[in-house]
């Protein structure tokens, strides 16, 4: 039975029906060579045992490749803080919202990640869930986008996949199926990564033990030799004559000092260790808050470290400390904290520098506000992304880049807050914010 034809759609001769058959056919095979190209990309990644970023970086740069768009961004979830965080991002200004964070039920891609559910958005302009400020505080302008939930085939999203403003044309269903293989490809690569980085920490973890018992049985001869070279001392001075006793006094007292800074900084290593371990494991110890003066820890901090800063001719300064009121506190580890901070700055000022612990209090907040500011070289804006996290790099012979997390450890177990300010070639401040009372405590 033939059916009428509207005015609109003429009936195509059979030639034609032809040619039309073959150019959609000629279509389809061209989105499954863009597909295939996309999966063979990804699954090249997956098997090279890349880390989490260079994954990250490889799977965006494979989706803008194969759509042929303007800009992209990996978004990564963080359940702690349940923000998601630009991992990675390409195109605009990329250096800008690197590390960023949204909450991860706002904008496009927050409804994407908690629906799990790919969005095509033709023109975000008339989209009310796009983040307008986003394009303010970069300077671009986003025309067209999709964002598709970076997730595994099963399984619920690790965070999303952003990709704007196609080159030629706008962004469609098609570009939809070719960066749905590379998301799931990807996320199961960076599942595979992370598990693969536990893996090493819990190896680290476990390496850390036994290193942190082997040191503790190297300190033991260390704390028995300064228990007998005290007690000879004490005879020493004892035996002196009464005419050398002014001079006596004096060069007794400096002697117990740096015995007891030996005593003490042997204890605090054996605690350190234990402190590593547990921070590559992801534990933390509980608190002892006891009644504590911000101005003696800083004080055997600087007391600590004073040597090794004159032999580098730098000048370790304290300003404001001893007006501050006491405050509750765990002081094993503020020590550790202010101690990791100064250790950590002295290599990086140069002969001449000045590295300052200061503080002031604000009894109308119920907090005292501590700064650690040196005059070294700054850090670069990669070694900033990381700072605080278990992924934080060392630039020092030997150093673990453990630090600063311990740092952040210490001030959140306090209730407290850090944030840090730094240009290359000018210098780094650290600024701590400590309430007199930690909740809890």
């Given at each position: 039975m033939l059916t009428e034809q509207s005015p609109s759609s003429p009936q195509l001769s059979t030639p034609n029906r032809r040619h039309?058959?073959?150019?959609?056919?000629?279509?389809?095979?061209?989105?499954?060579?863009?597909?295939?190209?996309?999966?063979?990309?990804?699954?090249?990644?997956?098997?090279?045992?890349?880390?989490?970023?260079?994954?990250v970086e490889r799977a965006l740069r494979t989706a803008l490749d194969v759509i042929g768009a303007?800009?992209?961004?990996?978004?990564?979830?963080?359940?702690?803080?349940?923000?998601?965080?630009?991992?990675?991002?390409?195109g605009g200004r990329a250096e800008v919202l690197?590390?960023?964070?949204?909450?991860w039920d706002k904008g496009i891609a927050g409804a994407v990640f908690c629906s799990g559910e790919a969005a095509v958005i033709s023109d975000v302009a008339q989209d009310h869930r796009h983040l307008t400020d986003i394009d303010v505080?970069?300077?671009?302008?986003?025309?067209?986008?999709?964002?598709?939930?970076?997730?595994?085939?099963?399984?619920e999203p690790i965070g999303v996949l952003e990709v704007l403003n196609k080159r030629e044309g706008r962004l469609d269903h098609d570009d939809v199926a070719i960066l749905t293989i590379i998301s799931a490809l990807s996320a199961e690569a960076i599942e595979q990564a992370r598990l693969f980085e536990e893996a090493k920490l819990a190896q680290v973890a476990r390496l850390m033990g036994d290193t942190g018992h082997d040191v503790k049985n190297l300190l033991q001869p260390v704390v028995s030799a300064t228990e007998i070279l005290q007690s000879e001392l004490n005879e020493l001075f004892g035996g002196l004559r009464a005419t050398d006793q002014n001079k006596a006094?004096?060069?007794?007292?400096?002697?117990?000092?740096?015995?007891?800074?030996?005593?003490?900084t042997v204890g605090r290593i054996q605690g350190r260790m234990k402190e590593i371990a547990d921070c590559v494991k992801g534990l933390s110890a509980p608190s002892e808050f006891?009644?504590?003066?911000?101005?003696?820890?800083?004080?055997?901090?600087?007391?600590?470290?004073?040597?090794?800063?004159?032999?580098k001719r730098i000048s370790l300064r304290t300003e404001g400390l001893d007006t501050l009121p006491s405050i509750l506190a765990d002081e094993g580890r503020l020590f550790n904290a202010f101690y990791n901070l100064v250790n950590n700055a002295i290599p990086e000022v140069s002969a001449g520098g000045s590295i300052t612990i200061r503080g002031r209090a604000k009894p109308e907040d119920g907090v005292v506000l501590l700064?650690?500011?040196?005059?070294?070289?700054?850090?670069?804006?990669?070694?900033?992304?990381?700072?605080?996290?278990?992924?934080?790099t060392s630039l020092k012979a030997g150093g673990t880049g453990l630090?600063?997390?311990?740092?952040?450890?210490?001030?959140?177990?306090?209730?407290?807050e850090i944030t840090v300010d730094s240009e290359e070639g000018t210098g780094t401040t650290f600024r701590i914010r400590l309430p007199l009372h930690p909740p809890g405590a």
């Open positions: 039309h058959h073959r150019r959609s056919v000629d279509l389809k095979l061209i989105q499954r060579e863009r597909e295939l190209d996309a999966a063979r990309r990804i699954c090249q990644a997956l098997f090279q045992h890349l880390d989490v970023d260079e994954l303007e800009a992209g961004s990996v978004i990564l979830a963080d359940p702690e803080s349940k923000q998601l965080v630009f991992r990675y991002v390409i690197h590390g960023a964070a949204i909450p505080y970069t300077g671009y302008k986003t025309r067209d986008m999709i964002v598709l939930p970076l997730k595994r085939w099963e399984g006094v004096v060069s007794h007292e400096l002697c117990n000092e740096v015995l007891a800074l030996l005593r003490d006891v009644p504590c003066r911000l101005a003696e820890v800083v004080g055997y901090v600087v007391k600590t470290l004073s040597l090794l800063a004159e032999e700064e650690v500011a040196d005059t070294g070289l700054g850090m670069s804006p990669e070694v900033l992304a990381h700072l605080f996290t278990v992924r934080a630090g600063t997390k311990i740092v952040k450890d210490a001030v959140d177990a306090h209730g407290g």
